[in-house]
Structures are given as structure tokens and as C-alpha cells.
């Protein structure tokens, strides 16, 4: 009888280490929900970004939760979520990041976010003012968040986003607290040199070139041999 009952507790702890060791079990325990990673655009292996209070570095894999906080300094990090999108810092940025399979979400203390997520992913980001998430989920949305002198300012660059319930539309801003959405302000001068200077200056260096062009041909048919 001894030996029936210790073969029996035998065989229940093989199959228990078995059934721990297998994928299902550690997908289970494992709070990594997609493949992440963080990366410095501008300074490779800058040990100034952290994740959680930890040094990062260039390619880690992060978990979900996780607090990415970026230094004052002109650089970039890049939270690629993969198939559930992406998720760029802006300099003094700090925010608890948390995603699944089907939704970036968390609360931005400071700084600037820019969130990029493909059609059927659900978007819902906490700031001071109030929480800021998407309306159309069956396209592409992609939305610039920023809190910075304790205002809370969304910008949506393509698809619709909220801000406590205030329609954004694509190529529209909303500052909370303000009475009204407004539309991307054209005089500023990001915007006019993008637009308006440097096509502006390629325009009138191919005018140039081809009168270049044209001066150099009739030059070459005026000269003649000397007599």
C-alpha cells in the first residue's frame, strides 16, 4: 500500500513539473502580453531613459505595466507594440504604460506622446484633465498627446480621438479647458517652411537651373571660331 500511494505522489509531481514547464503555464505567469521594445533614436544606449527607475537600453523588452520616463534632452524613445501599435516619447516625458493584444492605455504624468494604432485597437490615456481615447476604432488613428504646463492638449493627425467626450477630427487640436476644438494653426513656422518656404525655394532653384541651362546652350551656339 506504501508503495502504491508513493508511486501515486510521484507520478502527480512529474506531471505537475511538466504541466509548469509548458508554454500554456508560462503564459499564464508571464505579465509580457507582446513583444516590446524601447529604443533611443538620436542617442544610442543613452542610460538617461529608464523604465521602472532602471537604466535603459537600446532594444529591451518592456512588460506591461511599465514607467517610461525620457531625460530633458533632444532625443526620442519608440515603444513598438508591434501588431498593437506604437508609442513615441517626447523629451521630460513620463507616463505608466500599460497594453494587451488590443489596447495601449495608461496615465501620462508629463510630456508628449505620439500613439500610433492600426484599426480595432482600443486607445485610453489618463492625464490630469480627464482621459483621452479613440471614437472610430475601425481605422487607423494617430494622435499626439501632451501634458505640459498643466494642460492637457490632444492633437489628431488621422482619425477621431476625445478628449472627455469632445470630438477631435483628424487634422484638429482641443486644449482642455478651452470652449471649442480648433483646426492646425498654418502660420506657425514649422508648418509655413514645411509647406510653403521649401517648396517655395525648390521651385526657384529649377527656375534657376534651366535658365542656367538655357544660357549655357545659347553661349555655345553664339561663340564661333576666331577669324
Known sequence: MFNYWKNKVLGFGLLSIILLGSPAASLCQSETIGDLSIFSLEAFGDKSVTVNGVSAINDQTIISPSVIETPLSDLEVRVNLGKTGRVNFGNDTKMNLVFDE???SGVLLRGTITVSIP?????????????????????????VIDFVNGKTR????????????????????FIAGEPSVKNFDLTNK???LTYFVVPAILIILSISGNRSDLNIDNNQVNVGPMK
Open 102 to 104: 488590443s489596447r495601449i
Open 190 to 192: 514649422i508648418t509655413l
Open 154 to 173: 490632444v492633437k489628431t493627425l488621422s482619425g477621431f480621438a476625445a478628449l472627455n467626450n469632445t470630438l477631435i477630427a483628424s487634422r484638429q487640436y
Open 119 to 143: 484599426p480595432h485597437t482600443n486607445l485610453k490615456i489618463q492625464t490630469k484633465d480627464g482621459i483621452v481615447e479613440t471614437v472610430d476604432e475601425g481605422q487607423e488613428n494617430k494622435i
